[in-house]
């Protein structure tokens, strides 16, 4: 059975996947940030959270190692990875691959 990640990834979206850890200060600006990113786009992308400190296997796969980190995957595949905490970085970083 696929996880809601996996199904994610066969949407034909792009999927911008923010690693998080709940104990650290910046966790509640990417949630912010999140949202900010879901209203701007809507449902031209998919904008998700995973939390390292809970999700190891994940941030192990994805060799997550600082936090925030933010991944965009098209096609199933990455396609930038940036730790940023500028939501105008981002925005910009993963406009190019929103249609």
């Given at each position: ?36 990113l879901r209203k701007k786009y809507g449902d031209k ?50 406009n190019t691959f929103i249609d």
């Amino acid at each position: 059975m696929k996880n809601r990640f996996e199904k994610c990834l066969e949407s034909g979206k792009p999927v911008l996947l923010a690693f998080l850890h709940a104990g650290r200060q910046d966790a509640v600006k990417v949630k912010y940030d999140i949202e900010a990113l879901r209203k701007k786009y809507g449902d031209k992308a998919l904008f998700l959270m995973a939390d390292g400190s809970y999700n190891h296997p994940m941030a192990r796969k994805y060799k997550i190692d600082t936090y925030p980190t933010w991944v965009m995957f098209k096609g199933g595949e990455e396609v930038w990875r940036g730790s940023t905490k500028s939501l105008e970085t981002i925005d910009e970083s993963i406009n190019t691959f929103i249609d």
